[in-house]
């Protein structure tokens, strides 16, 4: 299976207005982006700590109102945050309000400060992954058991690159496979996920490879290529979600999908 080059961008939903936010999704679904994320944080990750943010789920179901043509989601969701049958039903219930157009991003989890403020239990990196492995299942149940089902079997995208675990978990449930690092860095784990997948009895082809870039670094576009990715996603932060970078992508993209 041979992935066409899609290009992503992530909307960081902080230090702007929703307004903002919205303006940014319409703008890039209209100049052709393939896929829209946002994250799953209740603070900023960078810039003032208190700085304005929003919520990730109800946000989607906005994405999924106002655009019809992109994909979306979330880059990624928490699985700390929400018990994983309610994140299926979330999922689906999104899925048909975009008839058609959601990607479930699902990670661990990392950022103490949204565990402390809200509530949830931070524990370990081990205990973290624990509870991913336990839920992925869940979700695969609950959206089976779903009245009525998902409009297409909803993409299951895992972000991370732990070696033993995550891309192991990956190469058990994911679609998508979405990680960071230079390209020898992604690269090398690419190439550990293709090991895994040999493990789990998957078709490593099957298993569409992400990577998060600069948005400035087309220049190593290319190499990235090589490594496997198909998917690239960059990075946008609020106010201003400068978009203008994401032509030369896009162009890129066309060239490269001939």
Sequence with gaps: MSHPI?????????????ADIRRAVLQAEEMGVDIVYNWDHFFPLYGDPDGKHFECWTMLASWAEITERVEFGPLVTCNSYRNPDLLADMARTVDHISGGRLILGIGAGWFQRDYDE????????GSRLDALEAALPRIERRLARLNPPPTRKIP????????KRTLRLTARHADVWHGFGTPEEWGERARILDEWCRVEGTDPEAIERSVGVDPSRLDLADA?????ASQFTLGLNGPDFDLGPVADWLAWRDEQNR
């Design 6 to 18: 899609r290009i992503a961008v992530q909307l960081h939903p902080q230090h702007a207005e929703y």
């Design 224 to 228: 990235y290529r090589r490594a496997g």
């Design 156 to 163: 299951l995208l895992v972000g991370g690159g732990g070696k």
């Design 118 to 125: 809200y509530g949830y239990e931070f524990g370990t990196p």
